[in-house]
C-alpha cells in the first residue's frame, strides 16, 4: 500500500515509525513532517489544512489510505472531501468530528447515551455565563466550545478569575467564533486516564491504556499544555476499571450507531478516575500526543493491516497484539513553552544516543543539515523496558546528551 500521513509532529512521526515497518506498506509520504519524519518517509509540501491539494496529492500518487493525524481537517471535513472523490481516507466524516469539535455537542451525546461525565451547563452570553457561574462552587471549569487551537479550557479558582475568562471569550471575544457559546462545567479530581480506540463503522475496539502528563511543572503544577510526558500501561486502570470503561464503550458505540454516524477512525476518550467513580473528561476524533508514541512502542501488530482491516469492517480485537513491556516518553519543550517562547535553535547530541532510546521529534526542522527546533514541544524521548523504574533511569541518563538553548523536561513522568 502507499500510505500518507497528514501532520507534523511527535504524533505522526510515531504513526510513520509503526507504518515504516509494515510489510503491507510500500511507499510512505507524510505532509508537511519534520527533521524525524524525513529520515524515514517523503515528505509532501502541503498544509493539513489544504484539503482539495491533499486530495489531488492522494489521486495522483495513487494513495491507499490517508491517515489524519491533527483535528483540525478532521473538523472542517477532509473525510468527507476525500470520499466524493472516491479516496481511501482514516478519520471520521465532519459530523462524527463534532465530538471534538464541539465541547457541547460532546455533552449532549453523553447525556443523551448516559454516558457518565461531570455536570454542565452551556451558556450563549456574557451575562447567561456569569449568572449560571452562581451554581457552582470553586474550581469551576470553563471551555470555549470550539477546538480553539487546544488553548479553550481554563480552569477558574475564584468567582472572579470565572468571570475574567468569560469575560475574554464573550467579549473580547479571544477565540472568535469557536466561543461563541461555552460550557461551564464541575472540576473533577482524581487520576486521568487516556484510552484510545480504533472505530471500525461505529464499532470501537480499545488500545492499550496510557496516562498523559498535562502539567508543565514537576508534582504536576504549573500550566497545562498539550502533553510533557506518558506511560503505557496505566496503572490506574485495574481490572475494575476496564470492566467499566468496557462498559462506557459499549455505550458511546451504540450511540454512535443511533445517530447513524458511521464512524472510522480514532476515538480518544479521556477518563477521570476517581476511586470507583469514572467519568468522561473529553473525546477526542484523532490519536492522541504522546499517548500516540508509547502505544506504538508496545504495538506488536502490522498497523497497516490494523488501518486497512478497520476500514473494510473486518477488524477484531484479537488483530491488535501488544508487548507485556512498559512504555515511557518525556517531551522536551521550548523554554517558555506552552506560552511565548522562542525556537530556532540548533539541537544537539541525537547521534550520540543509543538504540534503546527512540526519539520522536514533535517540533524540529532542518535547515542546511542542521536539525533546529520549531515548536514549544521540541522532542519525545521514549523507550520500551520491563519496568517503568527502568524507563526512567534510561530515559534520564540519556536526555543529558541532548542539548538547545532553554531545553526543559520532567523528571517525575512515571513516579506520581
Partial sequence: MNILVIGTGGREHALCYKLAQSASVNKL???????????????????????????????????????????????????????????????????????????????????????????????????????LVENYSFPVVIKADGLCAGKG?????SKEAALGTLDSIFIKKIFGDEGKKVILEEFLQGIEASQLCVVSKNNIF???????????????????????????PNPAVTNEVQKKISEILQKISAG?????????????????IQEKDIRVLEFNVRFGDPETQVLM???????GQILRKAIDGNLTQNDLEWS???????????????????????????????????VFHSGTKKI???????????????CIDSDFNLCRKTLLENIKKINFTGMKYRKDIGII
Fill in 368 to 382: 542546511q543539515e542542521k536539525i533546529i527546533t520549531s515548536g514549544g514541544r521540541v522532542l519525545c524521548i521514549s
Fill in 29 to 131: 509520504y507524510c505532509t508537511e513532517g519534520n527533521a524525524g519524519i524525513e529520515k524515514i518517509a517523503e515528505l509532501v509540501p502541503l498544509q493539513p489544512l489544504d484539503l482539495e491539494g491533499l486530495a489531488n496529492f492522494a489521486e495522483s500518487n495513487q494513495i491507499d489510505i490517508t491517515v489524519v493525524g491533527p483535528e483540525a481537517p478532521l473538523c472542517m471535513g477532509i473525510s468527507d472531501v476525500f470520499k466524493k472523490r472516491g479516496l481511501t481516507i482514516f478519520g471520521p466524516d465532519k459530523i462524527s468530528a463534532q465530538l471534538e469539535g464541539s465541547k457541547d455537542f460532546a455533552k449532549a451525546f453523553m447525556k443523551k447515551y448516559c454516558i457518565p461525565t461531570a455536570n454542565w451547563d452551556t451558556a450563549y452570553s456574557f451575562e447567561q455565563a456569569a449568572a
Fill in 297 to 303: 512502542l508496545r504495538l506488536k501488530s502490522d498497523l
Fill in 324 to 358: 507485556n513491556k512498559k512504555a515511557m516518553a518525556i517531551v522536551c519543550t521550548s523554554k517558555g513553552y506552552p506560552e511565548k517562547y522562542q525556537t530556532g535553535f540548533p539541537i544537539s547530541g541525537l547521534d550520540s544516543l543509543p538504540d534503546s532510546i527512540i
Fill in 153 to 157: 479550557v481554563f480552569i477558574c479558582e
Fill in 256 to 272: 454512535l450507531t443511533a445517530e447513524k454516524m458511521n464512524y472510522t477512525g480514532i476515538l480518544f476518550i479521556g477518563f477521570m
Fill in 206 to 232: 480499545p488500545l492499550e491504556t496510557a496516562r498523559d502528563y498535562k502539567k508543565i511543572g514537576e508534582n504536576d503544577t504549573g500550566l497545562n499544555t498539550g502533553g510533557v510526558g506518558c506511560i503505557s
